[in-house]
Nanobody
Framework: VQLVESGGGLVQAGGSLRLSCAAS????????IAWFRQAPGKDREGISCISSSNGRPYYADSVKGRFTISSDVAKNTVYLQINDLKPEDTATYYCAADATFRLSPLASDYLRPHNYAYWGQGTQVTVSS
């Protein structure tokens, strides 16, 4: 299994980025695929997930309205569109995969890092003010 993130970079506040998570060795529609981020000196934060159980997206409250997760099954890739970037979005962004069947209305149930067995290497997002 391999997850490869791309699309990070240096952007000005207010700008947008689309991060990609290309998967091999697993089918993205058979796993919960989530995005996490980690800023220096901070804990890893769960941002968003697409559930394999119901196909629904889930978002942390801190990113609702600005972040959109989507998937392209044909390309076996999951995307994270980030709009209106803020300096506090500066972090390394990781995608991760979890094979566990989950049915929950709570985003928090999908965004716990310890639930995820497979991780990418991360892509850096830096937002300048």
């Amino acid at each position: 299994v391999q997850l490869v993130e791309s699309g990070g970079g240096l952007v000005q506040a207010g700008g947008s980025l689309r991060l990609s998570c290309a998967a091999s060795g697993l089918a993205v529609d058979a796993y919960n695929i989530a995005w996490f981020r980690q800023a220096p000196g901070k804990d890893r934060e769960g941002i968003s997930c697409i559930s394999s159980s119901n196909g629904r997206p889930y978002y942390a409250d801190s990113v609702k309205g600005r972040f959109t997760i989507s998937s392209d099954v044909a390309k076996n890739t999951v995307y994270l569109q980030i709009n209106d970037l803020k300096p506090e979005d500066t972090a390394t962004y990781y995608c991760a995969a979890d094979a566990t069947f989950r049915l929950s209305p709570l985003a928090s149930d999908y965004l716990r890092p310890h639930n995820y067995a497979y991780w990418g290497q991360g892509t850096q997002v830096t937002v300048s003010s």
